[in-house]
């Protein structure tokens, strides 16, 4: 390759045409480990700051890190291109200078009243951006500006959860039902330009330069750990955890109703779990068929900021007035004022959240309607919590508060699921 100081470096076929694009705002590199994602990265910026003047914010979360991963990249790329003697790197504070002016210098968002002394950054390259909070990438965002100079964020790392705001803002966020890119598009096409952003997805296999047996290494993950394998060798993101419910699907209301219609002895339930400005008032509308030890959740209500008499008024235009609804029995206020206002609505017995959790997890298979689109947002990813010191999971601790989860427990209160020991019983108390 040729810039304005002529060297010669062999690279990777997959992020040659990575290295040469800059007709792009957004560079966000996703992959798995040692698929040489950072190095290439590194690698572009050198060869543009070669090239022209420019100042580029290399950022991490914590600061420290720096010195053994980007600084220590930077570095041996530089080495490696025979241009130490052009090219000065300095330690102390971290920072790179080119023969030209330009200069590369690193910084952490611990520190980040460090950010605001810098000026005209034209380039920000985010290593391990799903480390830094989203926050700190909107202000990032802020300090990208230039006079003159076009301006450019790269973005690399390894696939996380759906969760993390990596995978929100450039790909889906069901929160808010907003939809940029489907990452599964991604993974097909391994590389996309949508909306001034590139995308590139890159694996092991992608590394001409790695060791077979590295290779070999990632591949033996996925004997014991099935979230890593994901992320590690096939750069996905995903669910990282244990699933709480993986029996779960979602199929269209039609088709949950004419199972419901179907069906010989059907059980209706409703549960109500309660919430105001933070949390979310949620209502579960189920239909259990004890012959098949199904669960079908068909209707939903979810909102929150609403006081007692709004939320009245709400269930009755959904015609639950008439209806038995279990609630949170430590809402004795909201109950009684619904009680009052003539709905049926009555509070749980007191079982623990272990004991809720095992009693859902007993159903063979848990149908949500596509109506339901809060319960499948929540139920479908849900995971259990992991001790972080023993790496078990945690029963009764969840990765997210699932308002719906609870409204099913409150809704089941009455009912009990064969235990798969053969001495359950599906029965009203």
């Known amino acids: 390759m040729t810039t304005a100081t002529t060297v010669d470096k062999e690279v990777n076929p997959h992020f040659e045409d990575f290295l040469f694009d800059w007709s792009h705002k957004f560079y966000f590199l996703v992959g798995g480990y040692g698929s040489s994602k950072s190095y290439n990265a590194a690698l572009k910026i050198i060869m543009k700051c070669l090239e022209e003047k420019r100042t580029v914010l290399v950022v991490r979360e914590v600061y420290d890190t720096h010195r053994d991963s980007t600084f220590s990249l930077f570095s041996e790329i530089i080495e490696d291109l025979n241009l130490s003697k052009k090219v000065r790197v300095n330690s102390s504070p971290m920072q790179i200078r080119f023969p030209n002016g330009a200069k590369i210098i690193f910084r952490g968002m611990d520190k980040p009243e460090k950010l605001k002394s810098i000026n005209n950054i034209s380039i920000v390259w985010l290593e391990e951006c799903s480390e830094i909070k989203y926050a700190g990438f909107k202000e990032l965002l802020g300090r990208l ?18 969760d993390n705001w990596a995978y929100t803002h450039f790909f889906i966020d069901e929160v808010n039902e907003r939809t940029v890119l489907n990452d599964e598009d991604l993974y097909k096409a ?13 694996i092991a296999e992608d590394n001409l330069f790695l060791q077979a047996a590295y290779i070999e290494q990632l591949e033996e993950i996925k004997e014991y750990d099935p979230d890593l394998y994901r992320i590690a060798k096939k750069g996905r993101f995903g ?26 002895k059907p059980l209706f339930k409703n549960g109500m779990d309660f919430g105001f400005v933070d949390s979310f008032n949620a209502i579960s509308r189920m239909c259990v068929d004890p012959e098949k030890e199904w669960l079908y959740i068909w ?49 749980c017995y007191k079982l623990t959240r272990i004991e809720n959790t095992k009693k859902v997890k007993r159903f063979k298979k848990i149908i949500i309607s596509s109506n339901c689109p809060n319960h499948e947002r929540e139920l479908k990813t ?24 609870s409204a099913i427990w409150y809704g089941l209160d009455d009912y009990e699921v064969t235990n798969l020991k053969g001495k359950g019983y599906n029965a009203k108390r």
């Open 145 to 162: 500006r230039h006079p003159t100079l076009s301006l450019h964020m790269i973005l690399t790392t390894n696939p996380v959860s759906k």
């Open 299 to 347: 209707d939903e209500y979810y909102t929150r900021g609403k006081d007692d008499p709004e939320i009245a008024t709400d269930m009755e235009e959904k015609g639950l007035k008439k209806k038995i609804i279990k609630g949170d029995n430590a809402e004795a206020k909201t109950i009684s004022y619904l009680q009052k206002k003539g709905f049926r609505i009555l509070p």
């Open 190 to 202: 391994r590389v996309i330009i949508h909306k001034d952003v590139y995308y590139h997805h890159s």
């Open 239 to 264: 669910i990282n955890g244990k699933l709480v419910l993986p029996q779960l699907e979602v199929w269209d209301h039609e088709d949950v109703m004419r199972d419901i219609n179907s069906m010989r």
């Open 382 to 405: 849900l995971t259990f919590k992991k001790d972080p010191k023993t790496d078990r999971i945690i029963e009764d601790e969840f990765n997210i508060d699932p308002h719906t989860f």
